[in-house]
C-alpha cells in the first residue's frame, strides 16, 4: 500500500507545477475514491450538488465525460483520495491514459482539506442525495428489503453508525449486537462466507444517516474484495429497532 501511495505522492508533485499554471474556469475534477468508486465534479470547486458518481470501470459514465470536456479543451485534475485503497493508484494511471488516448489534457494533483474532510466526514446520505450513483450493488436486486428472498439463519447484518463505529448480527433481528472494528471486517465477512450456504448466504448493509460516506465506502469494498457474488449482499434501510439498539449499546459502553 505504502509503494502504491508513494506512487499517487510522486504523480502529484509532478503535476503541481503544471496546475499552478492553470487559469480560472478551465478545469474540471475527478475524485477517485474507494477501490470501485470514481466522482466527477464539473466544476472547479467542490460542489456536491453537480457532482455524479459510478464504477471506476464504468465505460458509458467515462465516455460521457471525455465528451463533455473533449470539444472545451478544458484541463481534467485527478484527484486520489489518499487512504482509500490498494487500487487508487492503478485506477489513477489508467484515468490519466484515457484521457492522454482523447487528447484531453489530464493533471494528477492532490485533494485539498476542504476535499478530504467532505469525503471523510461527511454523512453518507448527504452525499448521496444530490447524484445518481452505482457504488456496485447488483443492480438487479430491489431496495425494499420484504422483497429480497433471503433466509434469515443465512443472513449476516452490518449497521454503520457515526464515530467509525460498527455493528452486526447474524439471523433475524432479536435486540442484540455485536460491535466490531473495520480493521476485522474482512477476516469477519470470510468467516461467515465459509459457514453460511453459499446459496442462501446474504449479508445486509444498513447505514445510520450520521455515518460517514468513507465508512460506507470501506464496507462496500470488503464485499468486492471477499469475493460476495452479486445478488448475496445489499444495502437496505435501517430500522427504528436497529437504531434503538445502537444507541443502548453506546449508552451501555460508556456507563
Known amino acids: 500500500m505504502k509503494v502504491l501511495f508513494l506512487f499517487i505522492t510522486a504523480l502529484s508533485i509532478c503535476s503541481c507545477d503544471q496546475s499552478s499554471k492553470l487559469k480560472k474556469g478551465q478545469t474540471v475534477n475527478i475524485y477517485v475514491a474507494g477501490c470501485d468508486s470514481i466522482f466527477y465534479c464539473p466544476k472547479e470547486i467542490l460542489d456536491p450538488r453537480s457532482m455524479r458518481g459510478a464504477k471506476k470501470d464504468d465505460s458509458a459514465f467515462l465516455q460521457k465525460i471525455i465528451e463533455e470536456v473533449s470539444p472545451l479543451k478544458i484541463r481534467v485534475l485527478i484527484k486520489p483520495l489518499i487512504g482509500s485503497c490498494d487500487g487508487t493508484a492503478e485506477t489513477v494511471v489508467n484515468l490519466s491514459r484515457i ?77 442484540h449486537i455485536i460491535e466490531t472494528h ?31 460516506y468513507k465508512n460506507n465506502i470501506d464496507v462496500l469494498d470488503e464485499m468486492t474484495i471477499c469475493d460476495i457474488p452479486a445478488g448475496h449482499w445489499a444495502q437496505v434501510d435501517i430500522t427504528k429497532e436497529e437504531i434503538d439498539q445502537i444507541i443502548k449499546s453506546k449508552k451501555s459502553a460508556n456507563e
Open 99 to 175: 484521457l492522454f488516448n482523447k487528447d484531453i489534457p489530464g493533471v494528477v494533483i492532490k485533494t485539498d482539506s476542504l476535499e478530504n474532510k467532505y469525503f471523510n466526514s461527511v454523512s453518507f446520505f448527504e452525499i448521496m442525495k444530490p447524484m445518481s450513483m452505482d457504488l456496485n450493488e447488483p443492480k438487479d436486486e430491489p431496495d425494499d428489503l420484504s422483497k429480497l428472498k433471503i433466509k434469515p439463519e443465512s443472513t449476516v447484518t452490518f449497521l454503520l453508525s457515526d464515530n467509525n463505529q460498527i455493528y452486526y448480527y447474524k439471523g433475524a433481528f432479536n435486540g
Open 182 to 212: 473495520y480493521a476485522d471486517l474482512s477476516d469477519l465477512i470470510k468467516g461467515f462466507k465459509k459457514q453460511l450456504n453459499k446459496d442462501d448466504m446474504m449479508f445486509l448493509i444498513k447505514v445510520e444517516e450520521k455515518a460517514s
